[in-house]
T-cell receptor, first 114, second 114 residues
Framework: ETGVTQSPTHLIKTRGQQVTLRCSSQ?????VSWYQQALGQGPQFIFQ???????GRGNFPPRFSGLQFPNYSSELNVNALELDDSALYLC?????????????FGPGTRLTVT | AQTVTQSQPEMSVQEAETVTLSCTYD???????LFWYKQPPSRQMILVIR??????QNATENRFSVNFQKAAKSFSLKISDSQLGDAAMYFC???????????FGTGTRLQVTL
């Protein structure tokens, strides 16, 4: 059974550019959540996907968007990057909805916006 | 909306001693879960322990135990026989039974000294 993986590990982008981060969920998990963790802060919920549909969104602007694929892997896209988007982006997968106690995190992608 | 507060930005404990990390939360939900996550420098979030709100008995996982006071909305983590490998950021988190979204506190950095 493979764990949650994320790519790339690190990324440097320029303000105004677009970025795509990827997440492969743990085997058998159909729910993926994305979090943004700014330096020195706890993770903040961005959105969640369940069976390829968005199922809940945190307080993030529309330029943060996502996708979930039939194999339940997921992408986080951020358009028009801003300096404040610099953070660690974590994805977490779970077996299904309503099971916050079974959420497994990936190692994260460190995004730096210059 | 739920909030999670960790009032101790940093804590220090000597190896083999016991330390308690504090967490308070606010919610109007009756069905929820509370968690402690550990985030070492490798950045991977690791679930340490979880507590279901409907259970009166405090959760225990080896050297880790919680003191769950539902009326006071308090959820502290006790680490016994501290080890060097326990050094990390510790996050308290809240989740409901209706979704997999987690709300995190700002974290407590735990140092373990010889």
């Amino acid at each position: 059974e493979t764990g949650v993986t994320q790519s790339p590990t690190h990324l440097i982008k320029t303000r105004g550019q677009q970025v795509t981060l990827r997440c492969s969920s743990q085997s058998g998990h159909n729910t993926v959540s994305w979090y943004q963790q700014a330096l020195g802060q706890g993770p903040q919920f961005i959105f969640q996907y369940y069976r390829e549909e968005e199922n809940g969104r945190g307080n993030f602007p529309p330029r943060f968007s996502g996708l979930q694929f039939p194999n339940y892997s997921s992408e986080l896209n951020v358009n028009a990057l801003e300096l404040d988007d610099s953070a660690l982006y974590l994805c977490a997968s779970s077996l299904s909805l309503g099971q916050p106690y079974e959420q497994y995190f990936g190692p994260g992608t460190r995004l730096t916006v210059t | 909306a739920q909030t999670v507060t960790q009032s101790q930005p940093e804590m220090s404990v000597q190896e083999a001693e016991t330390v308690t990390l504090s967490c308070t939360y606010d919610t109007s939900e009756s069905d929820y879960y509370l968690f402690w996550y550990k985030q070492p420098p490798s950045r991977q979030m690791i679930l340490v322990i979880r507590q279901e709100a409907y259970k009166q008995q405090n959760a225990t996982e080896n050297r880790f135990s919680v003191n769950f006071q539902k009326a006071a909305k308090s959820f502290s983590l006790k680490i016994s026989d501290s080890q060097l490998g326990d050094a990390a950021m510790y996050f308290c988190a809240f989740g409901t039974g209706t979704a997999s979204k987690l709300t995190f506190g700002t974290g407590t950095r735990l140092q373990v000294t010889l």
